[in-house]
Nanobody, 126 residues
Framework: VQLQAFGGGLVQAGGSLRLSCAASGGAFSNYAMGWFRQAPGKEREFVSAISWNSANIYYADSVKGRFTISRDNTKNMVSLQMNSLKVDDTAVYFC????????????????????WGSGTQVTVSS
């Protein structure tokens, strides 16, 4: 499956952005989907995950209450609504797919993922 993330940009602290990820070339509804991010000089880290049927959703503690993940299997899309953005949210954001559909393994980190999309830059200014 091929993944393409988009929607990043420059926003002031406290603002909002909506990232989306379009999937093609595979049975999108068979996969759990995740969002990860990587800041300069840091390792790629888990942000959020959603199971194949949206029944299970997970967030990193750092984004809980501010970010919302969703998916539309009819459109092969997964989105990440990011509100109350902080300077520390600045990073390249990646979407990824996991063949384990429950979403539970996505929280283990990048090594759990089977497919990766290109990243989209999110920059939050103070």
């Amino acid at each position: 499956v091929q993944l393409q993330a988009f929607g990043g940009g420059l926003v002031q602290a406290g603002g909002s952005l909506r990232l989306s990820c379009a999937a093609s070339g595979g049975a999108f509804s068979n996969y759990a989907m995740g969002w990860f991010r990587q800041a300069p000089g840091k390792e790629r880290e888990f942000v959020s995950a959603i199971s194949w049927n949206s029944a299970n959703i997970y967030y990193a503690d750092s984004v809980k209450g501010r970010f919302t993940i969703s998916r539309d299997n009819t459109k092969n899309m997964v989105s990440l609504q990011m509100n109350s953005l902080k300077v520390d949210d600045t990073a390249v954001y990646f979407c990824a797919a996991d063949r384990v559909p429950s979403g539970r393994t996505v929280v283990r980190g990048p090594s759990a993922m089977d497919y990766w999309g290109s990243g989209t830059q999110v920059t939050v200014s103070s």
